[in-house]
């Protein structure tokens, strides 16, 4: 598949399951989208009346167990960044996603599901050239002991990821991934979601995470991993931390041309290097792939083939 120009689904695929929070059955339709629509949430059930939302970093409300978005009149979808992720890295700039509940349904907690639908699915190669939005400059970010970066790399996207945890049986991981279709399908899409025992408990007496199971959570307490069947990846932690972080970066609304570093971080640091990304308008610029004769994939973009695919469409100070 070629990747010079903008993506859509070839057709509809659904999924059911439940929120990780509330616990209750929900159902969620990934379909097509026109060119330049980006990723819109389409929450329905709602009274009769769907409401819709933007992907983007301003519909982002709250970032405390999950990345939430809505609108002036509140909340309309928790739980975005794994569905997120799976379209970003497999590929996909537009899309429509409906939700008929209030959360995105955490299916074993990855983004396998979502990844199997978009198989399902297919991916349509639209008319319209694919864009981009280029990191120019550094933009970083410190919150306590978490730090987060967004850089230029030339290559694609980067994302470099550390944690750092006091529970001994997670304790210090880090992951790099250059995104592509094909690593994020390999490495990244079946990395699950962790917590401990400890934070596991206290959420559920707070009334949070009553859909989390071992069915869809890595869950350690101070001594071991407590799922019978192990993990997936020796390093699945800071692997489902890269794969947030494709999520909660999607949320640019383009693919980023850059490299992100995270050092125990989460999606509160991920959105807020993001915003202050776009915040600064001489720190990026929104650059269009070529669609005549210079065609790559965009795996390769991955790999530096960038000189000579790309060319200015808009600088950063041009909405």
């Known amino acids: 598949m070629?990747?010079?120009?903008?993506?859509?689904?070839?057709?509809?695929a659904t999924v059911t399951g439940v929120g990780v929070h509330s616990g209750l059955p929900v159902n969620l339709t990934l379909g097509p989208a026109p060119i330049d629509a980006g990723f819109i949430f389409v929450r329905t059930g709602l009274d009769g009346c769907d409401r819709e939302v933007q992907a983007s970093?301003?519909?982002?409300?709250?970032?405390?167990?999950?990345?939430?978005?809505?609108?002036r009149d509140g909340p309309l979808v928790s739980t975005a960044e794994h569905v997120l992720a799976a379209l970003r890295g497999m590929g996909v700039d537009n899309a429509v996603i409906e939700v008929d509940g209030p959360e995105v349904p955490i299916m074993d907690g990855s983004a396998a599901a979502f990844v199997a639908a978009i198989d399902q699915a297919g991916i349509f190669t639209q008319s319209a050239s694919r864009r981009f939005i280029q990191v120019l400059?550094?933009?970083?970010?410190?919150?306590?002991?978490?730090?987060?970066?967004?850089?230029p790399h030339a290559a694609g996207f980067r994302a470099e990821v550390e944690i750092d945890f006091a529970n001994p049986v997670i304790g210090r991981q880090s992951y790099m991934l250059d995104l592509s279709p094909e690593r994020?399908?390999?490495?990244?899409?079946?990395?699950?979601?962790?917590?401990?025992?400890?934070?596991v408990a206290k959420l559920w007496s707070a009334g949070f995470a009553l859909g989390a199971s071992f069915e869809n959570s890595v869950v350690f307490d101070d001594e071991r991993l407590l799922n019978a069947e192990g993990l997936r990846y020796s390093d699945e932690c800071a692997r489902h931390k890269v794969l947030d972080a494709v999520g909660d970066l999607a949320l640019a609304g383009l693919p980023l041309l850059g490299a992100y570093r995270s050092v125990r971080g989460g999606h509160k640091l991920n959105h807020a290097v993001l915003t202050a990304l776009m915040a600064d308008r001489s720190a990026w610029r929104v650059i269009e792939a070529e669609t005549a004769r210079r065609t790559r994939a965009y795996a390769e973009v991955g790999s530096g083939m960038v000189g000579g695919m790309v060319a200015p469409a808009y600088g950063p100070d041009v909405s």
Not at 185 to 199: L, N, P
């Open 137 to 151: 400059k550094p933009v970083q970010v410190t919150m306590g002991k978490s730090f987060g970066e967004l850089r």
């Open 184 to 199: 994020f399908r390999r490495e990244i899409c079946r990395a699950r979601t962790f917590g401990c025992m400890s934070d």
């Open 57 to 71: 970093a301003e519909s982002v409300i709250a970032t405390e167990f999950a990345t939430t978005l809505g609108d």
């Open 2 to 12: 070629k990747f010079s120009r903008q993506t859509t689904l070839r057709s509809q």
